[in-house]
């Protein structure tokens, strides 16, 4: 079969990576890709921001399943465009991928299905928003509704805090996906992510990871995209995961099938471990990146083969997915100046020193200048480890790293510093 993978990051990287090992396999294309996916996939030059071309392509090439890996062609309604042609696709559609696509429309969902998440009001207006403040002490939590690309969301520490990133919402700081905001009560606890493999029906765990949001060491300055990640996250122990499962992601899945909008693909459950359970930060509509990374370093079996009966509506008559035992951790090196403009054009090597270690690299900002690998993004390489414990697949990891030439590069240098220190 000939597949169609949409993207560019270190998350579809390690997609094509898994998908080049499936036996189901005749060709895999990768729109539009980057260096890294080369060795496993025909990159081609296709605008996944144009629907009609990514239909046509896959029309024209004969390709059986279109792997959708950004959220954006999600939310626009590729999936069902794709659906309509007869092809096949792993991604929800544009009404189940409201789930990412709009925080309201997600608290909402919660509050009537009585799944445990923070408090919360949605608002149109700045001056109803304003009022509403004093309801939910701080710090106050004020989201943008709509894609935001990570930055939509303020921790406001002090009411002027608040009244400012309400104020710039509806200003436009985020475009259209401020039209509207979302007020949330500031939660306690641990983060962890847990991710679910559904085709509306069925539901099936797909693993657990720990990401690192901040760019610097300790969790400390301005938030990310991901600087780095391991899976599972013990923290997310198997009585918290049944619990999330039975109490959010499931109850999630039933009430999209019921209301007529059945939810098919990865869904990504952001969770905070509060004192009284689990409760869900936020759904994506897709794999995490950098949280692919670390779970494709884990995951048995053929990816195509479980994608496939998502896509085909019959996960049931497939085996759990499973994932070896051990832990995998990635840490991601950036371009400096990354998460404000990051430097282009930095040169890159060391990528096979550094995997002779054992390590995995998947690139994801890289770009080929006149025959040599350069940096071309923020996020740039996952330097990609596995070990029996946390601590050990770090070392693996930062040996790795370490062997990599990537002077306007940089790194975090405690990936996993939460779990190391349980560990002792
Ligand atoms: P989101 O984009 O919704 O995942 O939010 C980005 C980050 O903001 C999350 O990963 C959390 O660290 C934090 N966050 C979001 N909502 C809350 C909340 N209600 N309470 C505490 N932290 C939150
Ligand atoms: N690493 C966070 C995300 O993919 O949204």
């Known amino acids: 079969m000939n597949v169609l993978l949409l993207g560019s990051g270190g998350r579809e990287h390690a997609l094509a990576w898994k998908l080049a090992q499936s036996r189901r396999l005749t060709k895999l294309y990768a729109a539009p890709g980057n260096p890294g996916i080369a060795a496993h996939a025909e990159c081609v030059a296709l605008d996944h921001g144009h629907l009609d071309a990514v239909v046509a392509f896959a029309r024209d090439h004969d390709v059986g399943l279109v792997v ?14 794709l659906i309509a042609e007869g092809i096949l696709v792993f991604g929800p559609t544009a009404a189940a991928a409201r789930l990412e696509g709009s925080k309201g429309f997600t608290k ?16 149109a207006d700045a001056g109803a928003a304003r009022a509403a403040l004093p309801g939910f002490g701080l710090p106050v939590v004020i989201k943008a509704d709509g894609l935001a690309a990570g930055k939509g969301v303020v921790i406001a520490e002090t009411p002027a805090q ?11 700081a985020h475009g259209g996906a401020g039209a509207e905001v979302v007020i949330e009560a500031f939660l ?7 991710f679910a493999l559904t085709d509306g029906e069925t539901v099936v765990p797909f693993g657990s990871a720990q990401d690192h949001k901040r760019v610097g060491d300790g969790d400390t300055g301005p938030n990310t995209g991901g600087m780095g990640a ?31 909008t ?50 085909e509506r019959r996960l049931a008559s497939l085996p759990s997915p499973a994932f070896a035992a051990h832990t995998a951790l990635t840490v991601v090196m950036a371009a400096r100046g990354y998460p404000g403009t990051p430097e282009k054009g930095g040169a890159i090597g060391g990528i096979a020193a550094a995997e ?10 890289t770009a080929m200048r006149h025959g040599a690998l350069v940096a071309s993004g923020g996020r740039v390489l996952n330097v990609t480890a596995t070990g029996a414990t946390v601590a050990a697949a770090q070392a693996a990891a930062y040996r790795a790293v370490d062997r990599i030439d990537f002077p306007t590069g940089f790194c975090r240098r405690d990936i996993g510093w939460r779990e190391i220190a349980r560990e002792g």
């Open 356 to 365: 002779a270690t054992g390590a995995r690299i998947f690139q994801a900002g």
């Open 68 to 81: 959708v890996g950004p959220e954006q062609p999600l939310v626009d309604g590729l999936t069902d465009l």
């Open 230 to 260: 391991y899976s599972p996250a013990p923290v997310l122990t198997a009585a918290l995961q049944a619990r999330a499962m039975a109490e959010i992601v499931v109850p999630t899945v039933r009430a999209m099938a019921a209301a007529g």
């Open 108 to 123: 909402d969902l919660c509050a009537r299905e009585g799944i445990p998440t923070a408090a919360y009001g949605r608002f």
């Open 162 to 172: 608040a009244e400012a990133a309400i104020a710039g919402m509806f200003a436009g």
């Open 188 to 194: 306690q606890g641990e983060e962890a992510s847990l």
């Open 262 to 311: 059945p939810y098919a693909g990865i869904l990504y459950a952001g969770l905070m471990l509060t004192a009284d359970g689990p409760e869900l930060i936020e759904y994506n509509a897709r794999f995490g990146d950098p949280e692919a990374q670390v779970l494709m370093m884990r995951l048995e079996g053929d990816l195509l083969d479980l994608l496939l009966a998502v896509a």
